[in-house]
C-alpha cells in the first residue's frame, strides 16, 4: 500500500512539532513562575489577538545587507504565529495574510504608508477585546554585531505585562546569554500611540547583523520565533485563569 502525503501536512506535522517543543521548553524551562499551558476553547477566549505583519507592499522596511526585506520576514513569522495561537484555541486576526499594503488612498508612496497605518489603527480600534502583536525585525548598521530579540509595549493597560511575558519567552528560547528587557515604545510609534488597545511590537532581531539575518530567513528559526511569541502570550493567559 501507498500513502501519499502532501507538503503542507508535513508543514503543519512540524508546525506542530514545534510549537509543543517550544511551549515544553518555555512553560517547563525550571523558572519559578513557569506553569502548565491552557488550551481554551475559541468560543472561551477572552480577547482577540490582531497579529500585525508590519510592513508589506510599497513599503518593505529595513533590508539586510543582501537584500532581504523585512517585511517578508515578519509575515513569515506572524502566519506561523497565527497558526499556532488558532491551534491552541484563541481567536485571532491578521492585519495582512500577503505582501501587501493595507492602503486604501494616497498616489505618492508616503500618502499610501499614512493611509496604511491609518487603516491597521482602525482595524485594531474597531475590534472588540483587542491586543496587538506586531511583528517587526530590527536594524543598526553602526553596529552589525547587536542581535536579539526584543519586544516593546504601548501605554495600555496590560500592554507591559504582555511584553513582559514574551520577552521571557523569547530569551529563555531565542535569546540565551544575551537576554533583553522589554522597553516602552516611544510616543512617535504611530500604531502605537494611536490604538486603544493593548499592543506590543516584537522585534525578531536584527537584518544588519548578517549571522542574524541569515537565521531570520530560515523556515525552522521562524517557527521558533512564532513559538517563542506564542507561548509568551499562552502562559501569561494560563497565569490570569
Keep these: 500500500m501507498i500513502f501519499v502525503i502532501h507538503k503542507r501536512v508535513f508543514l503543519l506535522a512540524g508546525l506542530f512539532i514545534c510549537f509543543v517543543a517550544g511551549l515544553g521548553a518555555v512553560l517547563w524551562y525550571g523558572g519559578k513562575n513557569a506553569v502548565a499551558p491552557v488550551f481554551s476553547p475559541s468560543e472561551d477566549a477572552q480577547a482577540t489577538v490582531i497579529i500585525d505583519p508590519g510592513h508589506g507592499g510599497v513599503d518593505g522596511g529595513a533590508v539586510s545587507s543582501d537584500g532581504v526585506e523585512e517585511a517578508d520576514i515578519n509575515l513569515a513569522v506572524a502566519l ?10 484563541q481567536n485571532t486576526l491578521m492585519t495582512r495574510t500577503e505582501d ?24 485594531v480600534n474597531g475590534t472588540e477585546g483587542a491586543l496587538l502583536i ?21 501605554r ?20 540565551q546569554g544575551n537576554e533583553k528587557q522589554a522597553a516602552r515604545i516611544p510616543a512617535t510609534i504611530y500604531l502605537m500611540k494611536n490604538i486603544t488597545a493593548p499592543g506590543v ?41
Design 80 to 89: 506561523r504565529l497565527n497558526d499556532l495561537l488558532r491551534f491552541a484555541g
Design 201 to 241: 511590537i516584537v522585534e525578531c532581531g536584527f537584518l544588519s547583523n548578517p549571522q542574524e539575518a541569515q537565521k531570520l530567513r530560515e523556515p525552522a528559526y521562524q517557527t521558533r520565533l512564532a513559538a517563542a511569541i506564542a507561548a509568551g502570550y499562552l502562559r501569561l493567559t494560563a497565569e490570569a485563569s
Design 100 to 123: 501587501v499594503s493595507i492602503y486604501t488612498e494616497g498616489e505618492t508612496i508616503r500618502a499610501k504608508k499614512a493611509s496604511d497605518m491609518r487603516n491597521r489603527v482602525a482595524l
Design 156 to 175: 495600555q493597560e496590560g500592554a507591559e505585562e504582555l511584553a513582559d511575558g514574551i520577552q521571557e519567552s523569547l530569551n529563555e528560547s531565542i535569546n
Design 134 to 154: 506586531s511583528v517587526h525585525q530590527n536594524s543598526l548598521p553602526s553596529s552589525t554585531t547587536t542581535h536579539g530579540a526584543q519586544v516593546f509595549w504601548n
